[in-house]
């Protein structure tokens, strides 16, 4: 074959191939085309049969024009107005559950539940935070070798239970403890303001009182110590009133039937002194009525 000849084949087949492929792009253009027109044409028949349908439902088309409205004003007030939180939502704190003094009752042993009942009662304030009281009471009376009744019958004594309570010379919580005299024991737990905590007051009562039995060598004068009537002659019936709401909570325990009074024992304003021997400096520390130690706090 020529090279003339060899050429030409090519081009013809080039010119068939261009042919080719411009007939199928036009075909499968026409294709798109007429399904889109299709396509359309369905869609347009939808929208029509609807507005033929809705045209013929006054109901119908009212509801669609409201839910059309108010879609409109809702996305309008979102951009006009920020959105605020409501009080609760401001105020909501969901750990807060964890600052709670108080347990359930139900967790408590059958001696625990009884005293925790009948001090509820005795004194008006909720079976949740006594029963945490009474609890922490027979797990550090324990560790202290103290009987969890004495720890209760003291903070009843001292402040009908009362964990805000104030003396006027400035003993304070359950236990009446001086905060300024025993700040040094409130380090452990963050400072003095821990003395408004009930279980902490508690925890750092029963040291003073464990001390202030040590140092007198017997129960009965150890409170005497703890009343800041250490070196006094008597202590008003402090400790008598002390041991007196003892013995009741341990036939409470034991599952007497002993009646609620109507009303509590008179609390006890005076305060413990610093558990040490008395010195000139430290006698008034032990006698909070005297015009001596309301001197020394005040300082």
């Avoid at 294709?31 to 369905?42: D, I, K, P, Q, Y």
């Avoid at 001390?211 to 008597?234: D, F, H, K, M, T």
Wanted: glycine share 8%; hydrophobic share 40%; with cysteine.
């Amino acid at each position: 074959m020529a090279f003339s000849q060899w050429i030409s084949c090519v081009r013809g087949i080039g010119r068939g191939a261009v042919s080719s492929m411009t007939v199928f792009v036009r075909d499968v253009g026409c294709g798109m085309l007429e399904v889109s027109h299709n396509t359309l044409a369905l869609f347009g028949l939808v929208v029509v049969s609807a507005l033929l349908f809705g045209a013929g439902r006054a109901d119908l088309r009212e509801e669609v024009e409201t839910l059309a409205f108010n879609w409109l004003e809702s996305r309008h007030e979102a951009r006009e107005e920020p959105v605020v939180p409501t009080l609760a939502e401001q105020l909501s704190e969901p750990d807060a559950v964890a600052r709670a003094t108080a347990s359930d009752p139900k967790d408590l042993n059958r001696q625990q539940a009884l005293v925790a009942q009948w001090l509820a009662r005795r004194y008006h304030v909720a079976p949740e935070p006594v029963s945490r009281l009474v609890k922490e009471a027979w797990d550090v009376g324990a560790r202290a070798g103290l009987d969890p009744t004495l720890i209760l019958a003291i903070m009843a004594v001292e402040s009908s239970f009362n964990p805000f309570a104030q003396s006027a010379v400035g003993a304070q919580g359950l236990m009446q403890v001086m905060t300024k005299v025993h700040d040094d024991k409130y380090e452990a737990y963050g400072g003095n303001h821990a003395a408004f905590d009930p279980v902490t007051n508690l925890r750092v009562g029963v040291q003073v009182l464990k001390e202030c039995i040590r140092r007198a060598g017997s129960l009965e004068a150890g409170l005497r110590y703890y009343v800041g009537a250490g070196n006094q002659s008597e202590d008003s019936g402090y400790a008598g009133r002390v041991l007196s709401e003892q013995s009741t909570l341990r036939l409470v325990a034991s599952g007497k039937n002993v009646p609620i009074r109507s009303t509590p024992p008179v609390t006890n304003q005076a305060v413990q002194a610093p558990a040490e021997p008395a010195t000139p400096a430290k006698d008034a520390e032990a006698h909070p009525t005297t015009p001596e130690r309301v001197a020394l706090l005040q300082r």
